[in-house]
């Protein structure tokens, strides 16, 4: 599963978000004076699951799923809990929530509400951890040295260095370009600045006419620079209009939304946007029993996605018999298709694309 971790000033909004992306409302008490996380699941918003359901009318209908993790408490959720929390630190993606809204009775942690200056408070806190990082491990490595030098070191070395270099000129590791290699080398650091980055500027109620437009509330926030970097992303929210939308029956909310020129909730377009940063796509399963979606990371060949079903279908794999969700709803089943031969036969080399509807055959 994709895990994600709430980051974040304190009243920023986090809980709130949390609670409304995971229908999670029962907040722990916070420990005695531990850090700890508040885990919960989000539904990963997909319209074709749904439209699966009504060919199929499965028993069971399941979305794609991604975990966030929000720290027990008021305090500040920076750095130190990617270090010490564990779902903090097993986090795939941050998201930086960044308070915009105004409202004098929330307190602040500064003196001016200035979503730039947090923006960029919490990631020279990133890049400091990781500076720190790569200064150990120099120091071990030039150690190492002095016993022998293997091209493994230099090689190390040499990339170690270039991301201290990154690191010292304000620069995030996730916006340095690298091979799969280099990649595979700093894996095990658990660099928190190479993680994607998805800011969501949490707006003021009076401000609803940005929602629409992530890139104009950035702009707007002073966030562009940030943006500018791979793997960051930017999505514009009011908590507070969502907990209200929250409230409404379904058509009252559609129309709520449709007044603000929004066609789903923030929060959905937080959950997305979260999952395309992560490089994910989803391919679906469809019968009777069961109508799903299952997250793989972009590039994922077939047989590995036959083992996220199961690992049985993986060992047993044969062939994937794959159809466009596109052509199956327009023609209204699997046996239209393969007239229309819109149904192939791919072997376990194939990368599965999003949207991909697949039938796994395989040998038990
Ligand atoms: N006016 C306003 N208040 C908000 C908004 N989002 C959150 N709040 C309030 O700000 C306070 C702190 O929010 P919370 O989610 O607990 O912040 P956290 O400390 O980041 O977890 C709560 O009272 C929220 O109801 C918003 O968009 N507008
Ligand atoms: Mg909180």
């Not at 978000?17 to 918003?45: D, I």
């Not at 071990?140 to 190390?156: A, S, V």
């Not at 507070?240 to 603000?260: P, S, T, V, Y």
Request: hydrophobic share 45%; proline share 4%.
């Amino acid at each position: 599963m994709l895990r994600t971790a709430l980051i974040g000033f304190p009243s920023s909004g986090k809980t709130a978000l949390f609670q409304l992306m995971t229908n999670q409302h029962e907040a722990p008490k916070a420990g005695h004076g531990k850090l700890e996380a508040v885990v919960g699941v989000a539904r990963v918003p997909d319209v074709r699951v749904d439209r699966l359901a009504d060919l199929y009318k499965p028993k069971k209908t399941t979305p794609a799923t991604v975990e966030f993790a929000d720290l027990v408490g008021p305090g500040r959720t920076g750095a130190q809990a990617l270090l010490d929390v564990a779902p903090y630190r097993n986090a795939d993606a941050l998201v930086h929530v960044i308070r915009a809204f105004r409202d004098p009775t929330v307190t602040h942690h500064a003196d001016g509400i200035n979503p730039a200056t947090d923006a960029q408070a919490m990631e020279d806190e990133l890049l400091l951890a990781d500076l720190a990082v790569t200064e150990k491990r120099l120091d071990r490595i030039n150690r190492d040295m002095k016993k022998g030098r293997t091209p493994e070191l230099e090689r190390e070395k040499a990339l170690i260095i270039r991301c201290k270099d990154a690191l010292e000129n304000g620069l995030p590791l996730r916006g340095l370009s690298m091979t799969d290699d280099e990649r595979k080398m700093l894996r095990g650091f658990q660099f928190l600045s190479a993680k994607p980055l998805l800011l969501v500027v949490n707006l003021d109620e009076a401000d609803t006419a940005l929602l629409a437009d992530g890139a104009r509330a950035a702009e707007v926030a002073g966030l562009t620079t940030f943006l500018s970097r791979a793997g960051t992303g930017v999505v514009a929210v009011c908590a507070k209009i969502e907990l209200e939308i929250g409230q409404l029956d379904a058509a009252d909310a559609q129309a709520f939304l449709a007044d603000l020129g929004l066609a789903e909730p923030g929060v959905n377009r937080v959950i997305r946007t979260t999952y395309d940063l992560l490089g994910y796509i989803s391919f679906l399963t469809a019968g009777e029993d069961e109508c799903r979606a299952w997250s793989v990371p972009r590039g994922t060949h077939a047989q590995v996605a036959a083992g996220e079903i199961h690992s049985d279908i993986a060992r047993g794999f044969i062939r994937a018999e794959v159809v466009r969700f596109e052509h199956l709803v327009a023609r209204g089943s699997l046996g239209t298709c393969r007239e229309h031969a819109e149904v192939r036969l791919e072997g376990k080399e194939y990368v599965v694309e999003d949207g991909d509807v697949i039938n796994f055959r395989f040998a038990t």
